[in-house]
Structures are given as C-alpha cells and as structure tokens.
C-alpha cells in the first residue's frame, strides 16, 4: 500500500558511533523525511464528501461566522 512512499534509506554506523547513537541519527533522518507522518496519514482511508454535504458544512459555518460577528457587535 505504501510502497511508492519509500525511500531508499542507505545507513551506515559511523567508525566508533555508538547503537543509541545511530539510532539516533536514524530516527532523526526518518522525521525530517516526512515518510511516518504520510503513512500515518494514509493510515484511515476517507472518502471524499458529497458536493451537498461540503455546500452544507460552508452554510453551516459562514452561519456560524455571522452569528459570531454579531454577538462582538452587541457587547
């Protein structure tokens, strides 16, 4: 599923660089990749919402803005 998001992570212990240290530096490499956080987002599949239901949600929430604007101009 998530083959096409790996990437050829070549590492070698440097000369007298302990395991916690490589390990280290392994994981660092792995974060600033961005590859966990892809897969962990790609991890639940959502599927897309219905053209209704987006026109829905943006009434509900520009509604929701207006409500807000006027209770700041009431106080």
Do not use: C, W
């Not at 790996?6 to 590859?35: C, H, P, W």
């Not at 639940?44 to 987006?54: D, H, M, V």
């Amino acid at each position: 599923m998530l083959h096409y998001l790996l990437l050829n992570m070549d590492m070698k212990r440097r000369e007298g660089e302990s395991a916690s240290a490589f390990l280290y530096r392994f994981t660092k490499k792995v974060r600033q990749s961005g590859i966990l956080m892809e897969a962990k987002k790609r991890r639940f599949r959502t599927r897309p919402a219905s053209k209704l239901k987006k026109r829905l949600s943006a009434l509900y929430r520009a509604g929701k803005t207006r409500e807000a604007e006027r209770a700041r101009k009431a106080i």
